[in-house]
């Protein structure tokens, strides 16, 4: 990758004098990246500590340590076994049934609407990624409202049988990529492994990163992986002046993707 995502996009590294907020916030709204997105993560480890993402700051001294590989070789503590939630593959509770559900408040998060627009450009890509993976089941999803960092926390995911965790998750595994469009507009997309959780089951976070001469922001989906379950889950910034953030990266919706995860997901009777 020519360029690392950055841990954290935020406005003292990302805008430069004379930079619009208003256009990064409408940047991050047409960013709308669902579960499974063709899109990659960043290259900070995706593995902090299950808290909510008002608290997600700095990067955690628990997702620093460790050995793991990334795929051009350097130490990458994402895919080391310190963090909590098992392993980056089948770790956890992995054999169990699971069932997704979608209640009211997961983690801390009420459900609240964002703006139609919005979702209906995340729908129609969440659906054309089911599609590439090939899943079907019973569909679920909700829309969590982050209030204190002033995002939309996007939940989807299916219901089913005989999903096979390490193909979606090598589906969505691929090198980084950079895109220059001529005009000094660059896109650049990752993807990187994370701790799926406490159930097990294989986990891996997407990450987009624009950089254009106005801005420069992340979004990222993180998604995981059960014979019966695949889900992800997508922070995308507010555009309504409340964002506490420039864009979120892998470091940052890793810990709410378990979060949530753990809340949502209910073992098969």
């Given at each position: 990758m020519a360029?690392?995502?950055p841990?954290?996009?935020?406005?003292?590294?990302?805008l430069?004098?004379?930079r619009?907020?208003?256009?990064?916030?409408?940047?991050?709204?047409?960013?709308g990246?669902?579960?499974v997105s063709?899109?990659g993560?960043s290259n900070?480890?995706?593995?902090?500590?299950?808290?909510?993402?008002?608290?997600?700051?700095a990067?955690?001294?628990a997702?620093?340590?460790?050995?793991?590989?990334?795929?051009?070789?350097?130490t990458d503590?994402a895919?080391?076994?310190?963090?909590?939630?098992g392993?980056?593959s089948d770790?956890?509770?992995?054999?169990?049934?699971?069932?997704?559900?979608?209640p009211q408040v997961a983690?801390?998060?009420?459900?609240?609407?964002?703006?139609?627009?919005?979702v209906r450009?995340?729908?129609?890509?969440?659906?054309?990624?089911?599609a590439?993976?090939g899943?079907s089941?019973?569909?679920?999803?909700?829309?969590?409202d982050?209030?204190?960092d002033?995002?939309?926390?996007?939940y989807t995911?299916?219901?089913g049988?005989?999903?096979d965790?390490?193909h979606?998750h090598?589906i969505?595994?691929?090198?980084?990529?950079?895109?220059?469009?001529?005009?000094?507009?660059?896109?650049t997309?990752s993807?990187?492994?994370?701790?799926?959780?406490?159930?097990?089951?294989?986990a891996i976070?997407?990450?987009?990163l624009v950089?254009?001469?106005?801005?420069?922001?992340?979004?990222s989906?993180?998604?995981w992986?059960?014979?019966t379950?695949a889900a992800?889950?997508?922070l995308i910034s507010?555009a309504?002046?409340?964002s506490?953030?420039?864009?979120?990266?892998?470091?940052?919706?890793?810990?709410?993707?378990r979060?949530i995860r753990?809340e949502?997901?209910?073992?098969r009777?």
């Amino acid at each position: 990758m020519a360029s690392s995502v950055p841990k954290r996009v935020r406005a003292s590294s990302a805008l430069r004098p004379g930079r619009s907020t208003a256009a990064l916030a409408v940047v991050c709204t047409l960013l709308g990246l669902p579960l499974v997105s063709a899109c990659g993560p960043s290259n900070g480890a995706a593995n902090g500590p299950v808290r909510p993402a008002a608290q997600s700051g700095a990067a955690d001294p628990a997702t620093t340590g460790g050995g793991g590989t990334t795929k051009g070789g350097a130490t990458d503590p994402a895919s080391a076994g310190s963090a909590a939630g098992g392993g980056t593959s089948d770790g956890g509770d992995g054999g169990a049934s699971w069932a997704l559900t979608a209640p009211q408040v997961a983690a801390g998060y009420p459900q609240r609407r964002p703006p139609a627009d919005m979702v209906r450009r995340f729908n129609a890509d969440t659906r054309q990624n089911a599609a590439r993976l090939g899943v079907s089941g019973t569909p679920v999803h909700a829309y969590y409202d982050d209030r204190a960092d002033g995002a939309w926390i996007f939940y989807t995911g299916v219901t089913g049988s005989g999903f096979d965790p390490d193909h979606m998750h090598d589906i969505l595994d691929h090198l980084p990529a950079v895109n220059n469009d001529g005009a000094g507009d660059r896109t650049t997309t990752s993807a990187i492994d994370a701790k799926p959780g406490e159930h097990g089951g294989r986990a891996i976070c997407n990450t987009v990163l624009v950089q254009t001469e106005l801005l420069a922001t992340a979004v990222s989906t993180c998604s995981w992986f059960t014979p019966t379950t695949a889900a992800g889950i997508t922070l995308i910034s507010k555009a309504d002046g409340t964002s506490t953030k420039l864009g979120f990266t892998a470091v940052d919706v890793a810990p709410i993707m378990r979060a949530i995860r753990a809340e949502v997901e209910i073992r098969r009777r």
